[in-house]
């Protein structure tokens, strides 16, 4: 089993890659230049800008992430974090300038609207980006989205209250209270379905888990009558969570590598919430205590710096281990390979597609089999590498793979490929075995409802009133028996006749049922067999079907089928003695004949030879809804 023909296709032209890249330094800079402009006036005025910490902070560390959620094409998470990132930094902004002039009323209105467009990003933030973030194993529940949902509903609804109706009282924490359940659920499923995968999996899901814990905890602030300690432990928490929030959601995102710009802005972020908390609490424990403030000030300031320092290279070593490509390794790529395969369900080439798109994280992956089939899972995205898989030196097809970045096709998915293109060969043919073998219990299936169809019919229609006919002529050969009548053996030998007549009728339904002939494609030697089951003293069949046998397997079932309704109805016509039916193959179409003397079909039964046609994916002309003696239809091909 070898591996050949390496081929690398040109690259994606720059320019969308560009226009990502702009997007993202869009978020950056509308979401960094408020929290720096609010930072500067609270120094420049000396103001106390704890009230807003939340607000800094979640400004500063979602902005990047919702950078590289651009770059790496999560627009979902993109727009939730980038609206909550720079609606946060300027609500911050516009709450410092109203608090130094709370006089200047279009400020006012201004923060107001900010504030409401703020709300429906945290709310977002909260009920709705944990359940797009479910790794690939755990389904993300409807219900659950639609308790996100719900809190976005319920805030908007608020708002045009309390527009309409001022002094209703709007102001309740209910949507904030829904999308907090709807994140705690989340992050309860997350947990619950939690199970060992990839190192980087675990990883991912131990960071998000971690932080959503934190930021659940950090919304105790909201509690009525809560001591200012625990408040500002609160706050400390809620900055710490985004400490580690943010690894969580982009690995979760399905980013795999990391830009070293884009990653060091991650880094930096990550590092200052490490030491905004630790400042956070440091103030807190100093003023309970009853330290100095100024004191208390300088150890927090203190604090900030030396973990900071200390996380920075902490924070880019996870994030290498979190979003760098694990080393290659061909057992655990095919142990995932089986596990997606193992699925109730799978097994089809779709399927493989599938799991090698997912195993690696890519953008796509094609499977070219030439006439054998084709199958694609993702969209294309970036450089594509083409792989020529074979299988005992003879190649079966292509497989072509895009995504993860080149450098991650190249250096990390290469490799494995190199080692396992053999065994993925065998599975793709398996693959292609699978669906044939699945084709062929849906075409068994189908037999199995047109037999049970056409004995329902026979059973319903002659053998049913023939035997109860039977059973009247009994009980009436009985009666003459008992009164002496002599006719009751004239009668006895007229029932055995009629008897041994519908036994032959069984015997000719049971020649009727699908031959064994059409399971081996042989579809002039089946349409023999129908003919001879049909054939009798009030109905003479001939059947014209040479070269027939060429026709796929499924186009053979549906001939056979319409033949035998066209034959079943023509047997039951009293007006009925002649049929001669004949098959036309075309290069696109087969045309079925079937021509009957002296009569023709019957109106209702005309109506249901086109209906079954119709079935079977023929067309028939207009002339069969109104009886005919000559009935034609068409099969594409």
């Not at 036309?584 to 023709?600: A, C, F, K, N, Q």
Request: charged share 20%; proline share 5%; hydrophobic share 50%.
């Amino acid at each position: 089993m070898t591996t050949r023909s390496l081929a690398t296709t040109a690259r994606r032209p720059a320019g969308r890659v560009g226009v990502r890249a702009v997007l993202a330094g869009l978020v950056l800079a509308a979401a960094i230049a408020p929290v720096a402009a609010a930072v500067g006036v609270g120094m420049a005025t000396d103001a106390d800008l704890t009230p807003w910490v939340r607000l800094l902070t979640t400004a500063g560390i979602y902005a990047p992430v919702a950078a590289v959620s651009i770059r790496f094409r999560r627009y979902d998470v993109a727009l939730i974090e980038g609206a909550l990132s720079v609606l946060s930094g300027w609500v911050a902004l516009f709450s410092v300038l109203h608090m130094l002039s709370p006089d200047v009323a279009p400020l006012f209105a201004v923060l107001v609207v900010t504030s409401h467009l703020w709300s429906l990003a945290e709310l977002s933030a909260l009920g709705l980006l944990a359940w797009l973030l479910m790794p690939r194993h755990i389904p993300a529940p409807r219900a659950g989205v639609a308790i996100g949902a719900t809190a976005l509903v319920l805030e908007i609804a608020a708002t045009l209250g309390g527009l309409i109706l001022p002094s209703a009282g709007w102001d309740v924490p209910i949507p904030l209270a829904v999308a907090i359940l709807s994140l705690g659920t989340a992050t309860v499923v997350i947990a619950r379905g939690w199970r060992p995968s990839s190192p980087r999996e675990r990883a991912a899901s131990r960071w998000f888990l971690l932080g959503a814990s934190l930021l659940l905890a950090s919304y105790a602030r909201l509690l009525p009558q809560l001591p200012a300690p625990l408040i500002g432990l609160a706050d400390a928490g809620f900055v710490l969570s985004h400490a580690f929030l943010p690894l969580g959601i982009l690995a979760l995102s399905g980013v795999t590598s990391r830009t070293r710009h884009t990653g060091d802005i991650v880094a930096v972020a990550q590092s200052l919430a490490f030491g905004i908390s630790a400042y956070l609490a440091v103030e807190v424990a100093a003023a309970s205590v009853g330290m100095d403030p100024r004191l208390g000030g300088a150890l927090a300031a203190a604090a900030l710096a030396l973990v900071f320092g200390a996380t920075v290279r902490m924070t880019r070593a996870r994030l290498d281990a979190v979003f760098a490509v694990p080393p290659p390794d061909a057992r655990q790529v095919l142990a995932r390979l089986g596990e997606h395969l193992a699925r109730p369900g799978s097994g089809g080439l779709g399927d493989l597609a599938t799991a090698l798109k997912d195993t690696w994280t890519l953008a796509s992956v094609d499977i070219d089999l030439g006439a054998a089939g084709r199958a694609t899972a993702g969209h294309p995205d970036g450089a594509p590498i083409t792989l020529t898989l074979a299988s005992a030196g003879r190649p079966v097809g292509t497989l072509t793979l895009t995504g993860g970045g080149r450098h991650s096709l190249q250096d990390a998915v290469l490799p494995v490929l190199r080692q396992t293109a053999g065994l993925i060969a065998v599975a793709v043919q398996l693959a292609v075995v699978n669906e044939e073998v699945a084709a062929t219990r849906r075409r068994t299936l189908e037999v199995q409802r047109e037999e049970r169809r056409l004995l329902h019919g026979e059973l319903h229609d002659s053998l049913a009133p023939a035997l109860a006919g039977i059973g009247m002529r009994l009980s009436a050969a009985e009666t003459m028996l008992s009164r002496g009548d002599r006719r009751w053996n004239d009668e006895l030998r007229a029932l055995r006749a009629d008897t041994s007549a519908l036994t032959e009728d069984v015997r000719r339904l049971s020649r009727m049922l699908l031959p064994t002939a059409l399971d081996q494609g042989d579809l002039e030697g089946a349409l023999g067999e129908l003919s001879t089951a049909v054939s009798g003293p009030e109905l003479q069949v001939e059947i014209d079907a040479r070269g027939s046998d060429v026709l796929a397997s499924d186009d053979q079932l549906r001939v056979y089928l319409l033949l035998a309704e066209c034959l079943n109805l023509a047997r039951r016509s009293e007006s009925i003695r002649w049929a001669r039916c004949s098959i036309v193959l075309g290069d696109t179409s087969t045309r079925i004949s079937v021509h009957v003397e002296p009569g023709p079909f019957d109106p209702e039964d005309a109506r249901t030879i086109r209906r079954r046609a119709r079935e079977f994916g023929a067309h028939t002309g207009d002339a069969v809804a109104a009886g005919a003696g000559t009935i034609e239809a068409e099969f594409p091909r």
